[in-house]
Antibody, heavy 122, light 108 residues
């Protein structure tokens, strides 16, 4: 059973860069043919897909954040990470990492981390 | 991008009753790539249905999905107390994949 766990600062200042990591167990981010993604949920609101990365390192991003986001693999410790630059209060959300059900970039998300709350405030 | 509109916003029902949740897409969802998730307070979403009608592993058969094109439905045949939660639909047929705003299922 695949398990994911987010980690990172809970508070980020406006205009700075949000950085989160996702530790994966029960599967390999670099050898299993799946996409690994980030999804966020502002307080009391719905879900927004941020982007996904393939085991090969190929990335796909939501146009809404594409100019500010970078997702990368950290294969040595079986993790993948999210960086979101120039954050504003609108980026305050619970950030989830997840793995798709099958091997497609556009796919349902079958496995989710517990979520990491990030607040953007000075 | 495809906009998903879920209705109703809140559904008030009692345990044992049948729940019918709707998800309407602004354009046709390719290959019926439509998923449903359940989310309880403080928890991550849980995948219930994918491909519009296929139950995910471990999901009770009281949950069923149907629909095609732009109109999709999640049905819970007999509500159990643990089913009261927020439900989201997601289309993954077109990029970017998008989610609906959610339907909250409340105990009457």
């Amino acid at each position: 059973q695949v398990q994911l766990q987010e980690s990172g600062p809970g508070l980020v200042k406006p205009s700075e860069t949000l950085s989160l990591s996702c530790a994966v167990s029960g599967g390999s981010v670099s050898s299993s043919e799946y996409y690994w993604g980030w999804i966020r949920q502002p307080p009391g609101k719905g879900l927004e897909w941020i982007g996904s990365i393939y085991f090969s390192g190929t990335t796909y991003y939501n146009p809404s954040v594409k100019s500010r986001v970078t997702i990368s693999l950290a294969t040595s410790n079986n993790q993948f990470s999210l960086k979101l630059s120039s954050v504003t209060a609108a980026d305050t959300a619970v950030y989830y990492c997840a793995r798709v059900l099958n091997g497609y970039v556009n796919d349902a998300f079958a496995f989710w981390g517990q979520g990491s709350m990030v607040t953007v405030s000075s | 991008e495809i906009v998903l509109t879920q209705s109703p916003g809140t559904l008030w029902l009692s345990p044992g009753e049948r729940a019918t949740l709707s998800c309407r897409a602004s354009q046709s969802v390719s290959s019926n790539y439509l998923a449903w998730y359940q989310q309880k307070p403080g928890q991550a979403p849980r995948l219930l249905i994918y491909g519009a009608s296929t139950r995910a592993t471990g999901i009770p058969d009281r949950f069923s999905g149907s629909g095609f094109g732009t109109d999709f439905t999640l049905t819970v045949s007999r509500l159990e107390p643990e089913d009261f939660a927020v439900y989201y639909c997601q289309q993954y047929g077109s990029s970017p994949n998008t989610f609906g705003q959610g339907t909250k299922l409340e105990i009457k």
